[in-house]
């Protein structure tokens, strides 16, 4: 397994960084959504759309780490 003292470090560490970015987009528009920032209800759904795909590219992340780690015992 791909682990943060194996060799391709830097790539892990590349995965990682990707995903806290996209948490903390995710968290801020959240954020955002709780604090009654959208003005009207197409704004509404805008965030929580926005919300929504920030989470499927944050999961689909953790899929492309998880297929390289496990590449990596092959």
Same mark, same amino acid.
């Given at each position: ?11 892990y ?21 709780g ?18 795909? =920030?989470?499927?590219c944050?999961? =689909? ?9 496990e590449?990596?015992?092959?």
């Open positions: 397994n791909l682990t943060p003292s194996s060799p391709r470090n830097g790539e560490m590349y995965f990682e960084d990707i995903k806290k970015q996209i948490e903390a987009q995710i968290i801020e528009y959240e954020k955002l959504l604090s009654g920032a959208p003005e009207d209800y197409s704004a509404y759904r805008q965030y929580v759309g926005t919300i929504s795909g =920030l989470k499927w944050r999961d =689909l992340v953790a899929q492309i780490q998880k297929r390289t780690a590449g990596e015992d092959d």
